[in-house]
């Protein structure tokens, strides 16, 4: 069974950077395509970046210049880079895994940014 773990959250002031790791208990890590998305409270869950197999990546509008996903696929990890975060950055953010129409999340780990 595919595990999906998140971590890296925590509290953290405006300005401030943060790293999340997702480590993936995934055979073949390579093949998948990975994702980071979020979910405020009262919002839908929206994408924050996600990186392709081939190492395409693509990002929120929100996050442009800000996040940088990147993968390291030896070590069946997904990382998450975020700089000069906001208020509005928080949110839980969870991990996520594809492999054609098939997919897996994380539980998430809490993203806090408040002064």
């Known amino acids: 069974q595919v595990q999906l773990v998140e971590s890296g959250g925590g509290l953290v002031q405006p300005g401030g950077s943060l790293r999340l790791s997702c480590a993936a208990s995934i055979s073949v890590f390579s093949i998948y395509d990975m994702g980071w998305y979020r979910q405020a409270p009262g919002k839908q869950r929206e994408l924050v970046a996600r990186i392709t197999k081939d190492g395409s990546t693509n990002y929120g509008d929100s996050v442009k210049g800000r996040f940088t996903i990147s993968r390291d696929n030896a070590r069946n990890t997904v990382y998450l880079q975020m700089n000069s975060l906001k208020p509005e950055d928080t949110a839980v953010y969870y991990c996520?895994?594809?492999?054609?129409?098939?997919?897996?999340w994380g539980q998430g780990t809490q993203v806090i940014v408040s002064s």
């Open positions: 996520n895994a594809e492999y054609g129409l098939w997919g897996s």
